[in-house]
């Protein structure tokens, strides 16, 4: 597990944070299709808090994307970087999610996030701005639809409808198991909404969540555990900070 701190120069205020979305939401690129669903790997990232002890633990899992079968995982944990604040979650998890998958032995491929894309009241949720600081295609799996509305697809596994702000489509709920609730698919980057969705049905073929959310959810809550366990974590510094991937994006 890697420790990690607060990088140097990450935003501390919300007027902060905004203008970092505001110059980074324009780099979002969203006319690549994306590697073909079932190809390659296909890595989930999560994350897990301890309120009480101001801790954040993030998992990375690499997945065959063939066969879902698990090639890689690695973690950190490190302190909240950021307040809680509707629409900025990404700066509280983005340092340790960054950690975690700075640590993986092999490359990750497509990223799912267990949350949202350009589904995100300014159209730059955790998918897309780890992204474009990464430069990975990515996507966001979330569990609700958030603020926006949708109708109900249609009862039967892969219906889709769409998911909007007002007039505009900022993602799909899509229907993974036939007759249970949909999940939320958006764009993250690299990655177009049709490709978006049909790597979130190659990734469910038997549950409501995809197997790479699956896995980050309950190797994340472990570390979290085990470092809780361990006593309060120690700030580092390491080859794992998001420090120059912050700035060079």
């Known amino acids: ?109 497509l990223v799912v996030c267990d949350g949202y894309g350009l589904a995100h009241p300014r159209r730059f949720g955790l998918a897309s701005h780890l992204g474009v600081l990464t430069g990975l295609p990515t996507i966001g799996v979330a569990k609700n639809p958030f603020t926006f509305t949708y109708e109900e697809p249609g009862a039967a596994r892969g219906s889709s409808a769409p998911l909007l702000a007002g007039a505009e489509e900022v993602g799909r709920a899509l229907r993974t198991r036939e007759a249970v609730k949909p999940v939320f698919v958006s764009v993250g980057h690299r990655v177009s909404l049709p490709g978006a969705l049909a790597h979130t049905l190659a990734l469910t073929p038997a549950y409501r969540l995809p197997e790479t959310t699956r896995h980050a959810d309950g190797l994340c809550r472990r570390a979290l555990k085990e470092a809780t366990a361990n006593g309060p974590a120690q700030s580092s510094a390491s080859r794992h900070t998001p420090t120059s991937l912050y700035r060079e994006s």
Do not use: I, K
Request: glycine share 12%.
């Open 1 to 109: 597990m890697t420790t990690v701190g607060v990088p140097a120069g990450w935003p501390a205020t919300e007027a902060e944070a905004r203008a970092v979305q505001d110059e980074l939401r324009g780099r979002v690129a969203l006319d690549e299709p994306g590697p073909p669903p079932g190809t390659g790997r296909v890595t989930g990232v999560d994350v897990a808090y301890d309120d009480g002890r101001d801790l954040v633990a993030a998992a990375a899992v690499v997945l065959d994307a063939a066969t879902l079968e698990v090639v890689a995982e690695s973690t950190a944990v490190g302190r909240v970087s950021f307040p809680y604040v509707p629409g900025l979650l990404a700066f509280r998890e983005l340092p340790t999610v960054l950690a975690a998958l700075e640590s993986l032995p092999v490359g990750p491929g």
